[in-house]
């Protein structure tokens, strides 16, 4: 029989397959099997060489062998190797046993009387490869009536239920690891709920409060207050200018980056819940005063997409 597959290509599947085989079973954490562990390395690079030596080795004592053939043995080791690997005896011999055909000039034994319109039947036997899966699905199915229906195993409901809860832990492992959403300015809208509103108020009290007294008054920053404002109102323009700073003056830095988008938010909501609290002590008013021109309007009136209504600037 041919050589089925040459030693270049032999080496490097086998070698590829053991070199998968070791990446997959073994848990190294996002580097490499064989950077991490220097071992499993060493051990690729002896197997390595090791095949590529064993190969070497064969195909000496081949070398060898055929020198001490007798010229008669040569000739049949060629007609051997001539002969093709669907030719072979025992490829020949399993597609025997697998189907028990007749040969064409042995089918005159098998064939029937029956004659519809000139088209004949053979009793041909079953082939065995066919009786072979009859069988193991007989087997089967009793396993499985014993199993599920004598002996109670699960049954369908629970494998729903197993599944469910397999595929909810799923969801949570994702959302762990997820990245944070990002609140961009399109997106912002004034929060009101009491929970991030106390939380708003918390991070004012210890990142504003310096500058702008705890109370929104002002001191080194503009009284937050009023409705006055230096770079515009309304809770988009207050969520740019606290994410990014302001482009006046660099005292006001942007927070987005120390605090989170989520949390300027939070503290912008915060801002815009201080209007009209009028604290005592409260700086002067600065900048213009924001008339919110379109909410009243918006709200009645049902538009596709709310945040494309244009913000008075
Ligand atoms: C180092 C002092 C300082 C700190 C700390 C500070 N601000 Fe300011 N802030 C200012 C100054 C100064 C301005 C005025 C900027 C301008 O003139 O454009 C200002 C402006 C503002 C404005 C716009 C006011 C307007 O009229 O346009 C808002 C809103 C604001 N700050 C919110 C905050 C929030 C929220 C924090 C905490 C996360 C904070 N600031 C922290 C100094 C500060």
């Known amino acids: 029989m041919k050589k089925l597959i040459p030693s270049y290509v032999r080496v490097p599947l086998i070698f590829a397959f053991v070199f998968g085989a070791l990446e997959y079973f073994i848990d190294s954490g996002d580097r490499p099997a064989f950077i991490k562990f220097p071992m499993v390395g060493l051990f690729l690079v002896v197997f390595l060489f090791l095949l590529v030596a064993i190969e070497i080795v064969i195909s000496a004592i081949d070398k060898v062998t055929y020198h001490m053939l007798t010229d008669a043995q040569r000739q049949q080791l060629k007609e051997a190797q001539s002969v093709s690997f669907t030719e072979s005896k025992w490829i020949q011999g399993l597609m025997k046993s697998m189907t028990r055909s007749k040969a064409i000039e042995q089918e005159a034994d098998v064939m029937l009387e029956h004659d519809y319109d000139g088209i004949k039947e053979l009793d041909n036997v079953l ?56 609140i961009t300015l399109d997106k912002v809208t004034m929060l009101t ?73 939070k503290v912008a909501s915060y801002v815009m819940s201080l209007q009209g609290t009028k604290p005592a002590g409260a700086k002067a008013p600065e900048g213009e005063k924001w008339v919110e021109e379109a909410a009243p309007k918006t709200e009645a009136a049902p538009v596709a997409d709310s945040t494309s209504v244009v913000q008075k600037q």
């Not at 369908?156 to 599944?163: G, N």
């Not at 937050?224 to 006001?252: C, Q």
């Open 193 to 265: 709920d009491a929970e991030s509103l106390a939380k708003g108020k918390e991070i004012f009290a210890n990142a504003c409060a310096a500058c702008h007294k705890a109370d929104g008054g002002g001191v080194v920053g503009p009284n937050l207050t009023d409705e006055y404002w230096i770079n515009g109102g309304g809770i988009k323009n207050v969520f740019k200018l606290i994410a990014e700073g302001s482009k006046n003056n660099p005292t006001m830095v942007g927070w987005a980056k120390t605090l989170g988008t989520k949390e300027v938010q």
């Open 127 to 182: 082939p065995p490869w066919w009786v072979y899966l009859f069988y193991i699905t007989i087997i089967f199915s009793i396993v499985y009536l014993v199993r599920f229906h004598v002996m109670g195993d699960y049954n369908q409901a629970q494998e729903f239920d197993q599944e469910v809860a397999a595929a909810k832990l799923e969801i949570e492992k994702n959302q762990l690891i997820a990245p944070k959403e990002e």
